[in-house]
């Protein structure tokens, strides 16, 4: 069994994604490289400034090119995510998510739901809704590829929230 894209949402996907023919040991495969700064040149522009303003602005105050560089490197690797590619790799198995620095892999058995927002979908260890989702969750960036990669998600693990009869509450938006 193979994902299939629809030809509009492979358009707008990044070029680097690949639907690869299942194998034997991963079964279907969903591969896609998301790099945030690339899909918006304005911002990365504008972020580029700010963290070389600061940069500036600590060598300006404390007068220590040791403390500017410091505070870039900081800054630069506080937005990781942001400046460096993340490559995603869905399998029937498991999840696996390379950045720069990590590679990491998961299990679909960790996660028991998910929600999905305009740039990608939250994967939670939690049935109900928890605050600690943010900290203990795996979130998958988008790359023009949405609609594919929710609905391998969904084949894998539950996405819809419970509704809580008391509060009337339901899937998180």
């Known amino acids: 069994m193979s994902v299939s894209v629809d030809e509009g949402e492979r358009k707008k996907a990044d070029p680097t994604e690949r639907l690869q023919e ?5 079964g279907e495969v969903l591969e896609w490289t998301c790099h945030p700064v690339k899909r918006r040149p304005l911002v990365s522009v504008l972020a580029t400034f700010f963290v070389l303003l600061v940069s500036a602005m600590i060598h300006y105050a404390t007068d220590s090119k040791g403390f500017a560089l410091l505070g870039l490197v900081i800054l630069l690797a506080s937005l990781a995510k942001f400046y460096f ?13 390379k950045t720069t620095t990590q590679k990491l892999h998961k299990d679909w058995s960790i ?32 790359s023009g590829n949405g609609d ?13 929230r419970p509704v809580n009869a008391a509060t009337g509450g339901g899937e998180k938006k």
């Open 22 to 26: 299942p194998d034997e040991k991963e």
């Open 85 to 97: 590619p993340t490559t995603y790799r869905l399998s029937d198995k498991r999840i696996m998510v």
């Open 148 to 160: 594919a990669v929710t609905a391998f998600v969904k084949k894998r693990i539950v996405c819809e």
């Open 111 to 142: 996660y028991r739901s998910c929600y999905r927002d305009k740039n990608g979908i939250l994967l939670s260890p939690f049935v109900e809704p928890s605050r600690l989702e943010n900290f203990r969750g795996l979130y998958i960036m988008f």
